[in-house]
Antibody
């Protein structure tokens, strides 16, 4: 059974960079046909797709976040990562990593990790 | 890309049916048959319930069904059960590897 687990600091100061890692177990991150994505949910709000990455390194980002987002992949560690720079309180959210199977279906998700932006 | 529009809440009694709508535009929901629905119990990982408008992943009860007409997709849950109470989100492909979610609908089982 494929499992994903997010890890990283739960508290980030304003203007700093949020950095999270998703570790994939039970399957290879290099499997063809799948992208690996990040989704977030601010408190009391809906889900927002941040972006995704293929094992080759090809990335796609939400246009509203594109200038601040970097998603990378380390196939040797079966991990992919998210960096979001110049964070503000509006970036406070539960961050999920997930496997993107096809055009729009996230079929495996991590449990999510709460990141709070505060001084 | 604007979020898809969902009702903030719906409710129904056990055994009844409810339908949750998801309205987009001709650039997302109306353009592609790539609409998915997720069930989200707070504190847990979202769960894929419907993909490609009307397909169910293995293990999802056939009480859950999806459809689409024009720019609006719908999720219907029949034979409501207490455990169906959750937040539901739609998601659509919007071209150029862009995905857009709905704002979410809280389902209350009365």
């Amino acid at each position: 059974q494929l499992q994903l687990q997010e890890s990283g600091p739960g508290l980030v100061k304003p203007s700093e960079t949020l950095a999270l890692t998703c570790t994939v177990s039970g399957g290879s991150i290099s499997t063809t046909s799948y992208y690996w994505g990040w989704i977030r949910q601010p408190p009391g709000k809906g889900l927002e797709c941040i972006g995704s990455i293929y094992h080759s390194g090809s990335t796609y980002y939400n246009s509203s976040l594109k200038s601040r987002v970097t998603i990378s992949i380390d196939t040797s560690k079966n991990q992919f990562s998210l960096k979001l720079s110049s964070v503000t309180a509006a970036d406070t959210a539960v961050y999920y990593c997930a496997r993107l199977n096809g055009y729009e279906k996230f079929d495996y998700w991590g449990q999510g990790t709460l990141v709070t932006v505060s001084s | 890309q604007s979020a898809l529009t969902q009702p903030r809440s719906v409710s129904g009694s056990p055994g009844q049916s409810v339908t949750i709508s998801c309205t987009g535009t001709s650039s997302d929901v109306g353009a592609y048959n790539f609409v998915s629905w997720y069930q989200h119990h707070p504190g847990k990982a979202p769960k894929l319930m419907i993909f490609d408008v009307n397909k169910r992943p293995s293990g999802v009860p056939d009480r859950f069904s999806g459809s689409k007409s024009g720019n609006t997709a719908s999720l219907t849950i029949s034979g409501l059960q207490a455990e169906d109470e959750a937040d539901y989100y739609c998601c659509s492909y919007a071209g150029s590897y862009t995905l857009v979610f709905g704002g979410g609908t809280k389902l209350t089982v009365l």
